[in-house]
């Protein structure tokens, strides 16, 4: 668990805003997996700060209540999160926020200023696609760009990449920005991921030997998705890295849930 201190902030568009962090707790900070994702702990109204969830000797009972309560009863508003980049020289760690809904973390990253302080617990779930692999299709929506911009800039220089995007986010607003091969198409975002379906039936599949694929994003589009290449592209699963970001509808999103051990076998 560390304590994080808003140190700089700034606006990307009407729809994300960018939040530079500092803190002595975030001296030993290492995230080297593209999509490593940690939890913050945002206050709810009328809190001056977060409630902490309380921690406990690895093996013992965590003694939380199963609401996302402490024992006490106050709530714990928790969220996860993708670094967008930490500087260990300055000691900066930068987190990009999609301003998407009326929930307590867009509503603290919507009126977040200087000096503000969160809970942070992580990073966790490192990963790093195989190494045989040396082209990379990359989907998702707002939630996902952070990640997708750290694989576009970390990924090898000989290594294509092709993005496939469902936001309102433009080349100015959100720039993704590679010295090798890169092919980005950005599609209006819809309910049930239509536009990126048909962009994946429109696409030439590099060898399946050299593939590996990404998707994040909205749990159910993600899923869509997933058994989409799985059973029309024949794109094998364990070339599959899938995660869901938030679920539509419902205001508690906000859960890094991996997909795939989650699917039944012919899904």
Not at 126 to 134: D, G, Q, R
Not at 171 to 182: F, I, S, W
Not at 237 to 247: F, S, T
Request: charged share 20%.
């Amino acid at each position: 668990m560390r304590r994080i201190v808003v140190s700089q902030i700034v606006p990307l568009s009407t729809r994300m805003r960018r939040i530079v962090f500092t803190g002595a707790d975030l001296h030993d900070f290492v995230a080297p997996g593209a999509d490593d994702h940690v939890r913050l702990f945002f206050p709810s109204p009328g809190q001056a700060g977060p409630v902490l969830p309380r921690l406990v000797p690895r093996g013992k009972p965590d003694g939380h209540a199963p609401d996302g309560h402490e024992p006490d009863g106050e709530p714990v508003v928790a969220r996860d999160y993708t670094p967008r980049r930490f500087d260990p020289a300055s000691g900066e760690l930068t987190i990009d926020f999609v301003l998407h809904d009326s929930g307590p973390a867009a509503c603290w990253a919507r009126h977040a200023v200087s000096g503000l302080w969160l809970g942070m617990g992580g990073p966790a779930a490192s990963y790093l696609p195989p190494p045989i692999c040396t082209a990379h299709l990359l989907i998702g929506d707002d939630t996902a760009l952070p990640a997708i911009a750290r694989m576009v800039e970390g990924y090898p220089v000989d290594h294509a990449i092709t993005v496939l995007l469902a936001t309102e986010e433009t080349p100015k607003t959100y720039p993704l920005r590679r010295h090798g091969a890169l092919t980005v198409h950005r599609y209006a975002p819809s309910k049930d991921g239509a536009d990126l379906i048909a962009a994946i039936e429109a696409l030439t599949l590099p060898p399946l030997s050299e593939l590996h694929v990404w998707i994040a994003g909205e749990i159910d589009i993600v899923r869509h998705l997933r058994s989409h290449l799985i059973q029309k592209k024949a794109v094998p699963r364990d070339r599959i890295r899938a995660a869901g970001y938030w679920r539509a509808g419902k205001t508690g999103g906000g859960s890094h849930m991996e997909i795939g051990a989650a699917l039944a076998p012919d899904a």
